[in-house]
């Protein structure tokens, strides 16, 4: 039997593994909209640390974090920054949201935010950018996954068959099941994605030189030594540590996941876990990328991009060149478990944001049957969408990943303005409205000036992130015009402000 068969057979067996998760899911499944969307905000610790890391890491920690070591080094260790933080968000945020959604009725980011200022403007805004930004953290997903089937199987299965039927795939588990189904798979491949890359980390590093690590870093230190320094702007490095901590946590996706915490224990926990996984997981995927380098380098496999028209088929490359077939169709069943643990809750995301925050205000006597099929009908349109465009391949992952955390990040400034209470400075919705506005435009105007190849200053000043850049335009227009404009109301203010001190600072 041919060695693709054989990688190729035990990725799909796990997937149709993962689909028998959804199916019991649904089972479970009660006929109202929060079981549907926030699993009746029973998440325990266990189920929301995995799903919650799970879904942080995606095909973009995966394939991305293997493919940048290859091409640009230690660089990427930036990630022990933001995934810091992302831990240190869950407490600083999550707690919060989850407070407030508790008592209040959250279900989405919008609601929150359109309750206290008071602005069903402000509700309809926060749905458009986060539905807009989170397109592209989808495309991301079904890249990965159409890498990973094309690379395993030879390019018997193509590209753009296997991510379009991969990502129906997962669509489809998430359709019929909703969150239940999005949790009980995420805890199912947030272990066996973490375990896979370790294995795979390790196997390469002492199979491909016999010297193991020591020798990959002397090949390197000796023929590649710019992949062992710093070669970008620390303005960049701190940019990516925002758009990677704050942006993707204000992601629908995962902003959500706070408010389905079975108590406030949880949410603590989570703070102080959270970044064990996701920091010690860039480990293996640091071994993979820099014995990728070095065995090119040594001429032991083709240059990958050349090869294989991106850094993101490091993975699926070293291993389909290296290891068995059972042993890379069990280890690449791992990384697609990133980018599907991902992929359901964005399509989840997706539908809920549209469900809740625009249908159901357009018509809010819908029943919750009819609430549910709308939602699956968003789920649809998102994997219509996302499909089509991760056909044309719009970028490297890390890129793509980064344009969607700098469009959410906009929305910081007006989440702070409404979780933390401040004696003398209020945001006011006019700020809001404003400061998302043209923090976004920014967001999507650098991104494609530097898709149109024009000077770098124009995209990039100082070295910063056009997402960075975006942000603090963001803060001072949100200063300068909560200055001048009507906060809200004192009752809106006591209502949030008041319920978070007593809750947070009580004895």
Known sequence: MEAWIIST????????????????????????????????????????????????????????????????????????????????CSYILGYRFWILGKKYGYMTPSDLLSDFYDSRFIGFLVAIIMAIFLVPYIVVQAMGLGYIISVASENVIPYTYGMIALSLFTALYCLTGGLRA????????????????????????????????AEVFSILATEKPTLLTINVPYTYWLSMTFVFSFGIVLQPHLWVRYYTARDPKT???????????????????????????????????????????????????????????????????????????????????????????????????????????IGRIFIAIAFILSAWLAIYRPGIIFDIVAFAGAGTLQLLPATIGAIYPTRRFKVTKAAVITGIIIGSIIVIVTEFTGRLGLPAWLYRPFGFHGGMIAFLINIVITFIVSLFTKPPSPEKIEKFHKLLEEEIYKK
């Open 9 to 88: 057979s035990i990725i799909l067996a796990y997937i149709i593994l993962v689909g028998m998760l959804g199916v019991l899911a649904f089972r479970r499944l009660r006929v109202n909209i929060e079981d549907y969307f926030l699993i009746s905000r029973l998440a325990g610790f266990f189920v929301l640390y995995l799903t919650i890391v799970a879904t942080y890491h995606s095909a973009y920690a995966i394939l991305t974090s293997c493919g940048t070591f290859y091409g640009t080094g230690v660089f990427f260790w930036d990630a022990g920054t933001w995934t810091f933080l992302t831990g240190l």
């Open 182 to 213: 999005v949790y009980w798979t995420d805890v199912f491949q947030g272990i066996w994605m973490f375990v896979a890359l370790w294995v795979a980390g390790l196997f390469l590093a002492f199979t491909v030189f016999k010297g193991g690590i």
């Open 267 to 373: 949410l603590k926990w989570l703070g102080a876990t959270t970044p064990l996984y996701l920091m010690f997981i860039y480990i293996p995927a640091a071994l993979i990328g820099f014995t990728a380098a070095a065995a090119v380098v040594k001429g032991l496999m083709p240059e990958i991009v050349k090869t294989y028209g991106t850094v993101d088929a490091t993975l699926p490359a070293m291993l389909t060149k290296f290891a068995p077939p059972w042993f890379t169709g069990v280890l690449l069943a791992g990384a697609a478990a990133a980018a599907m643990s991902t992929m359901d809750s964005q399509f989840h995301a997706f539908s809920l944001v549209l469900t809740r925050d625009i249908y159901q205000k357009i018509n809010p006597k819908a029943s919750d049957k009819t609430l549910i099929n």
